[in-house]
């Protein structure tokens, strides 16, 4: 499948990063010949330089025969423009758009229309529904949602005095008293799929999946208190802050949100009555004590800079605010954030280019694709969800029977209203929705699992 | 430096080598050449163990793999393989001195064609086929070759495109289409279907079927190794014909034929390189005829040989029909221009190349320019395009550094006292991989005669010369061996 990806920003990169594991024909558009150089070096892309909006550049790129266009400039005008040369074009070709704007999130569904999207994505909005979810769960550090809402995938992290350290994973249902499954450990900065006689330690990351109501049991059954959120502080006032405290404002969170500009301040407080905005710098421990950080129920870090971001985070820590949220754009869960205490993080990037991934991979095969698909362990593992039907193989076969890859793990699966965390004896049945975890494995469809 | 993936890399190379060494091995069964078929089986035998040991030393390899590994391993890559490419002709004792073997193999991979054979029709078939099969493998490239066969997990990499730039000639390499293995099948494709397309023209011609082959490889790598004592001065004027245009048409740029063939005739057409190749093959052409007038009895005659001669200088490739060294002086001249100048950009064959020769003119006509009007801003235009500062500057550097390789290697080998006409042609057909130069190094004439010090320095032009320089300097620089 031909792929162009227009504009090689931080969207643009994760993308290219994602889908040249997945073996497409990427070509890569910018006007910075430096980025494409250094982007074209380390993967096997093309590079074209120039406007992508120019239909000159669009076929160099080789639009006509492309199956798919992902517009990820910084520029939602430029992207919208892109789109629409490239269709008119070549009428075939699915063209996914960023629009990011505020101001356009209301005409959204018309501008699809009008410009023929197959898909708009907005980084800073899916960032705000993610930040919200963790808002209303704490104690996590990542969550993900499959079936509908009816399982969930999170991230915890192992502190020295959990319950959960040096068990063993075969003991772990009696120690927790709940039925849970830890499909992906991350050690040191390396994902594992492991088994049942795998210890865990101290400084783990696990990826646990259970349906909802099992989580709620796992927190309490861990000691991990699980409070309301009332009032959270909101460092920043960019656009994952505006969407953030709309979502906030309409569940009846108070929010203060600080924020430098004053131009910025008083368009934030136009458009937000019921939110408190103030001017000034986040990095100044006073303007935080005045602001109430002690006693705030979650802190919320959404600068533009990732180093600030971890140092008012760190802060917040100080002055034990139970609930940390970390924005960073750059920099994604490696090896050195591991060690600080920012709580959970949140990368738009990786947000975007996950729902741009999953509908690659649907346009790639129509029947089987991949209803959800969320990279977790810093992109090392794939939690995918998939519905078997007619054409999955080994239906009604006990597991303990039927081959499956290595580095594959069946996480839950749903039938009806009742999730079950599957074992030797479990068998796939039509209208099922499998959930799946695979570390080192691409993935593209349920019969991809079998041997 | 990733010495192991390095390693690695040699190692599938020098696989490739043994599997390409096993024709030449049929041939010397089916021929009945003892001496040539233990050369092969023992030089199998050698290269499967070095292969091996390498592939296995250097297992679990890390991945970090940067521009300079990429270099560094092209240019061992064609060494190692060239120092155990020629042991067949060691072994075999139709060589009998190592340093000559190595001059042989040398000058087959990198496409010269320079022999240190006095009369190659003693050799045996087998021998005189591999002679020939390195140069079509070395005119394209080995490791393109290896990308394009190459597991997919490998080629993925980026870092195969420095492999790419190092090993392929011009100042500007870029892939045809996003995916590497792609780019090396369609590249492969595009050389394997010119060169049948080229043996059957032979072979209409009346040629043997194994002459043929050989003939067609040298022309299809632009080398010239023949299978004959006088080149192709014995055969008919037909197939010298055909030898004209296929040696014309490897020294285009393989893109153009990837464009050719996605029909869009008006970027080739419009193509400044391949103008310039047309006018100066066209013009050379004309002025030696007009200059050669009385040489032969007819004017067709006279144009064949001139039209050859100069379409086989030109794109490096060093077959002959007639011996230009007993040509007037004003034809000479143009020939010994035409070494420099070489073929196309992207092509098989090798010299300072078309593309180059614009670039160098373009900027110097802008400095110039600049001279006069000094705060005029002024693009460099390729094709339409802006060419990039970088690029320009590399071109800048690769001229400091032709001449500079050149005179050093011309002043060493006039230790052996020759004529200063034979030691600079030597060191252009050489360093250009062309194959035969003037007077003693001329067309009727070969290598033989140089010590064992000049051949050496020979052989390091004629490697410098196939990959551009560059890979080959950043050899010698420490600091490209040194631990990050």
């Known amino acids: 499948m031909k792929i162009i990806i227009a504009g090689d920003g931080k969207v643009g990169a994760t993308l290219v990063r994602q889908l040249s594991a997945e073996e497409y024909d990427l070509t890569l558009i910018d006007v910075n010949v430096n980025r494409l150089e250094s982007s074209s070096e380390r993967f096997d892309i093309m590079a074209v330089q120039g406007n992508c909006a120019s239909m000159e550049v669009l076929k160099q790129a080789g639009v006509e025969e492309a199956d798919l266009l992902i517009a990820a400039t910084s520029a939602d005008e430029i992207n919208l423009l892109c789109c629409m040369t490239a269709h008119g074009l070549n009428p075939r070709l699915h063209t996914i758009a960023r629009i990011r704007n505020p101001e356009y999130s209301g005409q959204i569904y018309m501008m699809r229309h009008i410009f023929a999207l197959s898909l708009t994505v907005n980084p800073e909005r899916q960032a705000a529904v993610e930040i919200e979810r963790l808002l209303k769960y704490p104690g996590f550090l990542k969550r993900d949602t499959f079936a509908k809402g009816k399982v969930e995938l999170v991230e915890l992290k192992i502190v020295g005095d959990s319950r959960l350290c040096n068990v063993a994973l075969n003991d772990i249902n009696n120690v927790v008293k709940c039925q849970i499954l830890i499909c992906v450990v991350v050690r040191e900065g390396k994902a594992v799929a492991p088994d049942g006689n795998f210890v865990l330690r101290e400084g783990d990351h696990i990826f646990v999946t259970a349906s909802s109501d099992n989580l709620t049991k796992l927190l309490k059954n861990l000691g991990i208190i699980t409070h309301k959120v009332k009032r959270v502080i909101i ?13 906030l404002q309409k569940s009846g969170i108070t929010v203060q949100i600080i924020e430098k500009d004053r131009k910025r301040c008083e368009f934030l407080a136009a458009l937000l009555p019921s939110a408190s905005i103030i001017e000034g710098d986040a990095s100044d421990e006073h303007l935080l004590e005045s602001e109430g950080i002690s006693s705030c129920d979650a802190l919320v870090t959404l600068t533009g800079l990732d180093e600030l971001n971890m140092i008012i985070s760190l802060y917040g820590n100080q002055c034990g605010v139970p609930q940390i949220i970390t924005k960073l754009g750059r920099m994604t869960n490696n090896g050195i954030l591991d060690n600080l205490e920012l709580g959970s993080t949140i990368s738009p990037k990786e947000l975007c280019s996950n729902t741009i991934v999953r509908y690659v991979r649907a346009v790639k095969n129509q029947t089987g694709a991949a209803l959800t698909v969320h990279s977790i362990a810093d992109g090392q593992a794939e939690a995918l969800e998939f519905l078997v039907d007619d054409s999955t193989l080994h239906c009604n076969e006990p597991l303990k029977s039927v081959g499956i890859k290595k580095n594959v793990i069946i996480a839950c699966i749903t039938r009806g209203f009742s ?18 975890v695979t570390s080192g494995q691409v993935i593209y469809q349920m019969n991809d699992i079998f041997e | 430096m990733n010495y192991k993936m390095m390693g690695r890399f040699v190692g599938w190379i020098l696989l490739v080598e043994a599997v390409f060494m096993l024709p030449a091995l049929l041939i010397g069964l089916y021929m009945q050449e003892n001496h040539a078929v233990k050369g092969f089986i023992l030089s199998l035998v050698c290269i499967l163990v070095f292969a091996g040991i390498l592939l296995r030393v250097c297992r679990g390899a890390s991945s970090g793999f940067h521009a300079r590994e990429g270099f560094v391993c092209v240019s061992l890559s064609w ?9 067949p002709f060691y072994f075999s004792r139709e060589i009998p001195h190592y340093v000559d073997a190595l001059f042989e193999t040398v000058s087959g991979f990198t496409t010269t064609g320079a022999s240190i054979l006095p009369e190659v029709e003693s050799l045996s078939k087998s021998l005189l086929y591999w002679r020939s099969f390195t140069h079509w493998l070395g005119g394209m490239g080995v490791l393109v070759f290896l990308l394009a ?37 369609i590249l492969y494709c595009l050389y394997v279907i010119l060169t049948i397309i080229n043996v059957i023209f032979l072979l209409a011609g009346g040629m043997s079927l194994f002459e043929s082959v050989c003939t067609a490889m040298g022309t299809a790598g632009t080398g010239g190794f023949g299978v004959r004592n006088d080149s192709i001065a014995s055969y008919s004027p037909y197939i010298q014909n055909v030898c004209t245009v296929f040696m014309f048409l490897f020294g285009v740029n393989f893109t153009c034929y990837y464009l050719l063939m996605l029909k869009k005739f008006r970027d080739v057409w419009r193509d400044e390189e391949l103008r310039l190749y047309f006018a100066i093959v066209l013009g050379s052409i004309a002025l030696i005829v007009l200059n050669l007038r009385g040489y032969y009895p007819t004017l067709r005659e006279t144009i064949r040989h001139a039209a050859f001669q100069v379409v086989s200088i030109m794109t490096t490739t060093g077959y002959a029909t007639a011996d230009f060294d007993l040509w007037p002086g004003f034809s000479k001249a143009i020939l010994l221009s035409l070494m420099i100048v070489g073929a196309c950009a992207g092509s098989t064959g090798g010299g300072f190349k078309c593309v180059r020769i614009l670039l160098v003119m373009k ?3 802008r400095n110039v320019k600049k001279v006069i009007n000094p705060q005029k801003v ?9 060419v990039a500062e970088k690029v320009l500057e590399n071109t800048n550097a690769y001229l400091a550094a032709y001449a500079f390789i050149f005179v050093v290697s011309f002043i060493l080998i006039s230790i052996d006292n020759f004529s200063v006409t034979t030691n600079i042609s030597a060191v252009m057909a050489c360093f250009n ?9 001329g067309p009727t004439c070969n290598f ?3 010590s064992v010090f000049s051949k050496i320095i020979l052989i390091m032009d004629m490697l410098a010369g196939r990959l551009e320089i560059f890979p080959v300097l950043i050899l010698f620089t420490r600091s490209a061996w040194r631990h990050r």
């Open chain 2, 79 to 87: 060494i190692i393989m060239s120092i155990l490419g020629c042991l």
């Open chain 2, 448 to 450: 033989s005669a140089y």
């Open chain 2, 378 to 386: 002024q693009v460099v235009r390729l094709n339409r395009q802006p």
């Open chain 1, 419 to 436: 999730q079950e965390l599957p074992n030797g004896d479990s068998s796939f049945k039509k209208g099922d929705i499998v959930i799946i």
């Open chain 2, 363 to 365: 900027n110097l006509r």
């Open chain 2, 149 to 185: 066969v190459a597991s997919a997990a490998e080629s993925r990499q980026g870092f195969t495109m420095h492999l790419l730039r190092a090993e392929s000639p011009g100042p500007n390499v870029s892939k045809l289409v996003p995916k590497m293995k792609t780019t090396a099948r």
């Open chain 2, 433 to 441: 991989n062309i194959g035969p130069g003037l007077e003693a190094v």
């Open chain 1, 235 to 247: 460092c920043g006032g960019g656009t994952v802050s505006f969407y953030l405290a709309l979502c």
